[in-house]
């Protein structure tokens, strides 16, 4: 028998019970080391990749708004045309003659009107033209001048997930040379504690076929629960869903982060016409699937914002959608480059989430290797 302290000898029963105590301990400590183990191998996830260091330091000045045409009046009809008032009664006052009115004036030749110059023609057009985008060359893969500055937009956010929900989010469109980024972060609650988030980055190169993405991340927040995270992919001429199948990539396809300023790229350029009723297909790799989504233009509208009213195109995606989807509505404004300045993010089950822009987007200086839209071709 086990001798503990003074020659007491330990009873069967409590031996049985400290037995019992210490093959309880070694079970918590093994399910300890396999959690921790499991948690190791969770933060081996690949984490979205470090943002692009431009520093963002100048305030966007909207562009003014384009000038509405004036309707003309039109000609008064010839029924109320005006008659001549009747000549006076009594006689007017001969006109003195002038001075040189003895000799007889010789009539001027006809002359031709001659031509206005090319310049005030082309100074005063009668409608306000979009400016032509210099194509680039071939092979050369720089981003053009047509792209926007890296910008941050921040937003409010006012939604209904289980009940009427606020917070706030922020689009980073950041590029360096050839290479972008797109990072989009939504807070539900507080911003220092809130109990819901979304993270975005889409990462990839700017090509002279616009927008290239060559990785999408994605993770999801909610209350104590743990983090969702899903990772695309571009590996050649295909696309590496989460569930690690391949599907075909075909030309242009997007993602969730960066179709919002692939977008902003073809009305900016002219490659798509701001019109109302035109369509846009944007193919969309997600992670259940890649698909070509049509994004309807709806027309212009004006938007209430902490800047003030904003006109924008209001592009919202065509049934039907894929199930399970996030469909995005987007308002598009031609005074701050076509950015998006509202995000309407909608899932079934009545929960949306609706981003109006708060504040002035911070843009970065224009350097010599990242150069801003032309002053030659203005947006």
Not at 139 to 153: C, F, I, M, Q, V
Not at 290 to 316: C, K, P, Q, S
Request: hydrophobic residues 40%.
């Amino acid at each position: 028998m086990l001798l503990l302290g003074r020659g007491r000898h330990l009873s069967p029963r409590v031996l049985r019970r400290t037995v019992a105590s210490a093959w309880c301990l070694v079970v918590l400590l093994a399910h300890w080391a396999a959690w921790r183990a499991f948690d190791g191998w969770h933060a081996l996830t690949p984490s979205p990749p470090p943002r692009l260091s431009v520093q963002l330091t100048q305030a966007m000045r909207p562009a003014p708004e384009r000038a509405r045409p004036v309707p003309r009046p039109k000609p008064p009809s010839p029924r109320a045309t005006p008659e001549p008032a009747p000549a006076a009664s009594q006689p007017q006052a001969p006109t003195p003659a002038p001075q040189d009115a003895a000799e007889p004036a010789s009539a001027p030749p006809a002359l031709e009107p001659a031509p206005p110059p090319a310049q005030a023609v082309a100074s005063a057009p009668s409608e306000p033209t979009r400016p032509e985008v210099q194509a680039p060359r071939e092979g050369d893969d720089a981003p053009g001048p047509e792209w926007p500055l890296s910008t941050r937009l921040r937003y409010a956010v006012v939604g209904h997930y289980q009940g009427l929900v606020h917070g706030d989010a922020e689009v980073e469109w950041l590029r360096q040379g050839a290479r972008y980024q797109v990072r989009l972060q939504v807070g539900i609650g507080p911003k220092l504690t809130p109990f819901g988030q979304r993270r975005l980055v889409s990462e990839g190169r700017l090509t002279p076929s616009g927008i290239a993405p060559q990785r999408y991340d994605e993770a999801t927040q909610l209350l104590w629960r743990t983090a969702r995270q899903s990772s695309i992919r571009w590996e050649g001429g295909e696309v590496r869903l989460p569930s690690g199948q391949r599907v075909f990539a075909p030309a242009g396809v997007q993602d969730s982060a960066s179709q919002f300023v692939h977008l902003t790229w073809l009305l900016l350029t002219g490659r798509e016409p701001a019109r109302e009723g035109h369509v846009i297909p944007v193919p969309l790799a997600l992670p259940q699937g890649v698909n070509t989504w049509r994004y309807e233009n709806l027309g212009e509208v004006v938007l209430d914002t902490a800047l003030g009213r904003i006109r924008a195109w209001h592009l919202r995606p065509q049934a039907p959608l894929p199930a399970g989807a996030l469909a995005a509505q987007v308002w598009l404004a031609p005074s701050y480059q076509y950015l998006p300045v509202q995000i309407r993010i909608e899932q079934g089950d009545g929960v949306w989430l609706l981003l109006t822009l708060a504040e002035p987007p911070l843009q970065e200086l224009a350097p010599t290797d990242n150069p801003g839209p032309s002053k030659e071709n203005p947006p």
